[in-house]
Nanobody, 120 residues
Framework: QVQLVESGGGLVQAGGSLRLSCAASGNIASINSVGWYRQAPGKRRELAAKITDSSSLIYKESVKGRFTISRDNAKNMIYLQMNVLKPEDTAVYYC??????????????WGQGTQVTVSS
């Protein structure tokens, strides 16, 4: 089991920046990939950024060059630095991790979400 707690959301003007943080606890050693998803009102949850189990970085096309995902294993933290924010970035942002067991079964864990609102 892994527990995730996000923080850092809030209200910001267009062009501003926010850094989201996600604190992980529990069976940390089993974590493979980590990521941030977001869900805007009336829309499906979508991937914003991800660090794969091979440490590759994946970004949604519309956030490339503006968002940076990072992971601090020593502190059990996952971050999403968001710069040059746009109103269309407004959403609830969720931290997620994927773990695996010795039999290669994979499990996904999600945080409770943090609201990001970008005003125009």
């Amino acid at each position: 089991q892994v527990q995730l707690v996000e923080s850092g959301g809030g209200l910001v003007q267009a062009g501003g920046s926010l850094r989201l943080s996600c604190a992980a606890s529990g069976n940390i050693a089993s974590i493979n990939s980590v990521g941030w998803y977001r869900q805007a009102p009336g829309k499906r949850r979508e991937l914003a950024a991800k660090i794969t189990d091979s440490s590759s970085l994946i970004y949604k096309e519309s956030v490339k060059g503006r968002f940076t995902i990072s992971r601090d294993n020593a502190k059990n933290m996952i971050y999403l630095q968001m710069n040059v924010l746009k109103p269309e970035d407004t959403a609830v942002y969720y931290c997620t991790v994927t773990t695996s067991d010795p039999w290669r079964n994979e499990y996904d864990y999600w945080g409770q979400g943090t609201q990001v609102t970008v005003s125009s």
